[in-house]
Nanobody, 123 residues
Framework: QVQLVESGGGLVQAGGSLRLSCAAS????????MAWFRQAPGKEREIVAA????????YHADSVKGRFIISRDIAKNTVYLQMVSLKPEDTAVYYC????????????????WGQGTRVTVSS
């Protein structure tokens, strides 16, 4: 079992920045690839960024490329999503997810999910 707890969401104006954190705990949490997904009202959950167990091979969705950066502190068992130049269309609940060994861009392939943290970007 792996427990994921997100934090760092909030209300920010367009052009602003936020950093989301996802603290992982539980058995062998470092064995998991991690990802950030988001779900806006009325829309399906979508991949935002993903990172491998080692912290390499980061992936960023085209919609956030150049604005968001995923990173991982293995010693702290924490994954981050640094978000800059936020846009109103980034408004969503952001979820952290973990998948054993190998990452994926597909929602249903992830084994564990956090409770989500809300990000609201005002125009």
């Amino acid at each position: 079992q792996v427990q994921l707890v997100e934090s760092g969401g909030g209300l920010v104006q367009a052009g602003g920045s936020l950093r989301l954190s996802c603290a992982a705990s539980g058995r062998a949490s470092s064995s998991y690839a991690m990802a950030w997904f988001r779900q806006a009202p009325g829309k399906e959950r979508e991949i935002v960024a993903a990172i491998s167990r080692s912290g390499g091979l980061p992936y960023h969705a085209d919609s956030v490329k150049g604005r968001f950066i995923i990173s991982r502190d293995i010693a702290k068992n924490t994954v981050y999503l640094q978000m800059v130049s936020l846009k109103p269309e980034d408004t969503a609940v952001y979820y952290c997810a973990a998948r054993l060994r190998v990452g994926s861009l597909v929602t249903y392939e992830y084994d564990y999910w956090g409770q989500g943290t809300r990000v609201t970007v005002s125009s």
